[in-house]
């Protein structure tokens, strides 16, 4: 399928059947942030709009239109937040909260449903038995991760178990939430083919070096985290796939500054 043009020389920029952009851009700009002519980085090496995906660029006019009616409906921006294992998702997750944003982690999702419910609990207790509880009732966590990463069945087990009540978590409070803006951090967002929920993607992005220092920190061994990763997409493919890209290989300022950047125009979409 053909791509639309970034732009003509000596021309106006158009879709691949020559339909002029004209009369589309306003909501364009509201919708994806006229991602099609931003192609300078926002922060050096940082923060940079990315046009790979963008639903508009393989579309036809009807399908442009279509899409922008679908989300001008809606009463706020749904940002879904990716990236790789040890890339500072949950830290951009925070910036973003303290710039006003309804912000909703699925792993504390999964916390929160494999400490307190009944038929998770049960579910793991039926699978696994008693070994894979402290004595206090609490789920041991660092048992149930080697079990399911070392056994691939163990795994979609789990992931079928947990995935469906996640969902239905975080689709429930972007439900009740009313304010402009809501970010749902998900691991597995284009694995899992949920992109399509959201009007925004967000990939943060770091160095393997970077990633596996961060690892250590959080108690995953080189071949845990690199066996893991292996699991996901390569983190490259997410990059293309996100509309927006922040870089997590410097400083904290230097992400604070990314997402600085970056809050600003998910509001105004």
Not at 76 to 86: A, E, F, H, S
Not at 98 to 122: K, P, Q, S, Y
Not at 155 to 172: K, S
Request: net charge positive; with cysteine; charged share 25%.
């Amino acid at each position: 399928m053909s791509k639309a043009r970034r732009d003509v020389p000596g021309g106006k920029p158009c879709c691949p059947d020559g339909t002029p952009l004209k009369l589309i851009i306003a909501s364009v700009r509201r919708i994806c942030a006229a991602r099609w002519h931003l192609r300078r980085p926002l922060a050096p090496e940082g923060l940079q709009p990315i046009w790979a995906r963008s639903r508009l660029a393989s579309a036809t006019a009807a399908q442009q239109t279509s899409f922008i009616r679908e989300f001008e409906i809606g009463s706020n921006m749904r940002v879904g937040l990716t990236g790789g294992i040890g890339c500072g998702k949950s830290e951009v997750l925070r910036l973003l909260a303290e710039t006003g944003a309804l912000c909703i982690d699925c792993d504390r999702i999964v916390a929160e449903l494999l400490d307190g419910d009944t038929v998770v609990r049960e579910a793991l207790r039926e699978r696994f038995g008693s070994s894979v509880f402290h004595r206090p009732g609490t789920v041991d966590r660092a048992f149930l991760s080697a079990r399911v990463f070392a056994h691939t069945p163990h795994r979609l087990w789990l992931e079928n178990l947990l995935h469906p009540l996640v969902r239905q978590e975080w689709e429930l409070r972007l439900a009740r939430h009313s304010g402009p803006l809501a970010v749902v951090e998900i691991p597995l967002l284009f694995e899992k083919k949920l992109e399509k929920l959201f009007q925004i993607t967000v990939c943060v992005t770091a160095s393997l070096a970077t990633r596996l220092r961060r690892g250590g920190v959080r108690g995953l061994t080189r071949e845990q985290l690199l066996a893991r990763n292996a699991l996901q997409l390569p983190l490259s493919d997410k990059v293309k796939r996100a509309d927006y890209v922040i870089s997590n290989n410097g400083s904290r300022e230097f992400l604070r500054n990314q997402v600085l950047l970056l809050s600003p125009l998910l509001h105004k979409i």
